[in-house]
């Protein structure tokens, strides 16, 4: 089968606008969001308690530029490279806002309709992240910490990546209990998306490889994020 080219750079947007997407997708189904949104989605919970101003787009990359922050200070090294990841973040706050617009219409008030919701936003955001394993640019302040954290300390990737993951989770229970005595920004779909995901990430990228050829438009800026 003759694979299609596929540009690393559209992958990039590909991924931040489903990763978004699925973002606003499971804030709409209601079940609770993955651990890595948890703590950004309650406080944006408490927070339009009180105000409007402060949309869940602004809290990712304020969160995530204080997870670079903190990555900088453990590794007492910083890169000019660390700038375009806090870009990624502020696009990807802009496009979870936008998302959250576009979806804010849907009704999603029966039993059904919020699972089916749900798994849209599971897919979506396999689909997002498959596409940022295609893409050399930048990615967010999340992907970028376990990356240099591991390669830093010389950790394993998998292990540093389920003890970030398992961080949020337990920030995301104490902000909860904190700000709400219970759970409103987590829940079962948040355990299903730690059970799915990778499992679903590693379905797309499959096919994405089986059907896309992934070359750079821009050579000399691959080169310049990959060396």
Not at 131 to 155: D, M, Q, R, T, W
Request: glycine share 6%.
């Amino acid at each position: 089968m003759k694979k299609h080219i596929f540009y690393k750079e559209i992958a990039y947007l590909c991924a931040v606008s489903f990763i978004a997407f699925g973002v606003a997708l499971a804030a709409k189904a209601d079940f609770g969001v993955s651990m890595i949104s948890g703590p950004m989605y309650t406080i944006y919970l408490w927070s339009s308690q009180f105000t409007d101003i402060i949309t869940v787009g602004t809290l990712e990359y304020i969160l995530q530029g204080l997870v670079i922050a903190l990555l900088v200070f453990l590794t007492r090294n910083f890169k000019v490279s660390y700038l375009f990841s806090f870009a990624t973040s502020v696009f990807s706050g802009l496009m979870i806002d936008l998302s959250f617009i576009i979806v804010e219409p849907f009704l999603a008030d029966t039993l059904p309709i919020r699972i089916a919701v749900f798994a849209a936003s599971l897919i979506s955001c396999a689909i997002g992240v498959a596409f940022i394993f295609h893409s050399y640019i930048a990615p967010a302040g999340n992907e970028l910490f376990v990356k240099v954290f591991s390669e830093h300390f010389k950790k394993d990737i998998n292990k540093v990546k389920i003890a970030y993951d398992a961080s949020f989770l337990i920030i995301s229970i104490v902000l909860n209990l904190l700000l709400f005595r219970g759970f409103v920004a987590i829940g079962i779909g948040t355990v299903l998306t730690a059970v799915l995901n990778g499992v679903l990430i590693g379905k797309v990228s499959a096919i994405l490889e089986k059907h896309l050829e992934f070359k750079a438009a821009f050579p000399k800026l691959e080169k310049y994020f990959t060396k």
